[in-house]
């Protein structure tokens, strides 16, 4: 079996860059994609995401961006994505599931299923979508209400009637008490207090808020998402819902939850009939696990001060929409820088073996 310049894992906008960029350099590549069409994320956002909503989707390289308009957000960008991949005659094969990469006598081998890949050099770029955080708190399983996670979100005609516990402080739980306090009883809990901003949001806070994320992600922690950290902001839509108060009453986390309710550690209750746990996402990257990349301090530590795509423990391995690049103006950027990585690591291999 021939081996190829690189492997990228994931068509979402991260992939797409990563594969625009190679096909440029002219670096024999595929992109496998787990789901069925194109889309990324974006396919399984809920229906009442317009791209008015949406904080900004940012252009592929050498496209314009798609319109902010009424559109469905779950229609607009796999549609935008379908037509890139078209026009570009990008090399995306799916469905196909990575179940694993190995190392094995210096090739790397892309394993799903049955199925193999070998390569020289690979840029992960399977986001974080697939791997929804739950936290876990005491009695979790008594509790007969309902309890959905951000990735379950039915839109907000399913709840109501019903009494809503959104437990999150980013920018998800914002939006959903946005869309249901108008229409239903709410509640809100978060850790921490939440760090409101009511300015525009200019790109030196934007950059602020990556290089926050880099320097975790230069020290081989896990990355926290640039969203977690560039503060909240209410949007038109939301004003309404902060009228009526649901932000301000905001609680701290409950200790534990019961068949009716959460209960406090101050022994005061709340009955709620669903919970809605808008707790976020990790990065999706079990399949990398035999490669070994992760640092003592749990997260893959990126080269040049976490600004890099390139992996400390291994530099043939590139990682796009990652920390500091999971937004799609970051991940867009990361492509390139990954496509970059992937040629240094031939040019190399290429010098050593003259
Ligand atoms: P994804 O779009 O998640 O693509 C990953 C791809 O990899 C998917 O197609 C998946 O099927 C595939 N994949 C996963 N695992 C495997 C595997 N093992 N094998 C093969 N393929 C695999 N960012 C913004 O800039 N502006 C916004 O307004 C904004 N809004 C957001 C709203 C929500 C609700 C959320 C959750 C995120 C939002 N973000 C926003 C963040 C942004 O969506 C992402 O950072 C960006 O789209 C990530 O693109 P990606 O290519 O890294 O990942």
């Known amino acids: 079996m021939s081996i190829l310049g690189s492997v990228v894992i994931g068509a979402g906008q991260a992939g797409l860059s990563a594969s625009y960029h190679l096909s440029r350099l002219g670096i024999g590549h595929v992109v496998l994609d787990a789901d069925d069409e194109p889309g990324g994320a974006w396919r399984h956002r809920w229906d009442a995401l317009t791209m008015r909503d949406v904080h900004g989707v940012a252009e592929l390289p050498g496209d314009a961006p798609p319109p902010r308009d009424a559109q469905r957000a779950n229609v607009a960008v796999p549609a935008y994505f379908a037509a890139y991949e078209k026009a570009h005659r990008l090399p995306v094969v799916r469905p196909v ?3 694993r990469v190995d190392d094995e006598d210096r090739v790397l081998v892309v394993r799903a299923g049955e ?4 390569a020289k050099t690979i840029v992960n770029a399977t986001g974080t979508w697939t791997h929804p955080f739950l936290p876990h708190y005491p009695g979790m399983e008594t509790f007969l209400g309902e309890q959905l996670h951000t990735i379950d979100y039915p839109g907000p ?5 019903k009494r809503v516990l959104v437990v999150g402080g980013g920018a998800s739980a914002v939006q959903f008490l946005g869309a249901l306090a108008p229409i239903t009883d709410t509640l809100w809990v978060t850790r921490r207090e939440p ?11 934007g950059a602020a808020a990556v290089a926050l994320v880099e320097q975790r992600v230069a020290r081989g922690l896990p990355p926290q998402s640039v969203v ?5 902001m209410l949007r038109p ?6 009228r009526l108060g649901a932000y301000a009453a905001r609680r701290p986390m409950f200790e534990r939850i019961e068949p009716d309710g959460v209960r406090w550690a101050d022994g005061s209750f709340e009955r709620v009939d669903v919970i809605l746990w808008a707790t976020g996402f990790r990065p999706a990257i079990g ?5 070994h990349l992760r640092s003592a301090a749990g997260g893959i530590q990126l080269d040049r001060g976490g600004r890099g795509t390139t992996a400390f423990a291994d530099p043939r391995v590139q990682l796009v929409g990652y920390g500091p690049s999971a937004s799609t103006i970051g991940a867009n950027r990361a492509g390139r820088s990954a496509a970059k990585g992937v040629q240094r690591m031939l040019t190399a291999e290429l010098a050593k073996t003259r």
């Open 97 to 99: 599931r990575v179940d």
């Open 115 to 118: 199925r193999e890949w070998r």
């Open 157 to 161: 005609e399913h709840f109501l009637g």
């Open 195 to 205: 760090v409101w901003r009511d300015d525009d949001f200019t790109p030196e806070a």
């Open 228 to 232: 977690s950290v560039t503060g909240l």
């Open 237 to 242: 839509q939301e004003r309404e819902a902060e």
């Open 287 to 291: 399949h990398l696990a035999p490669l």
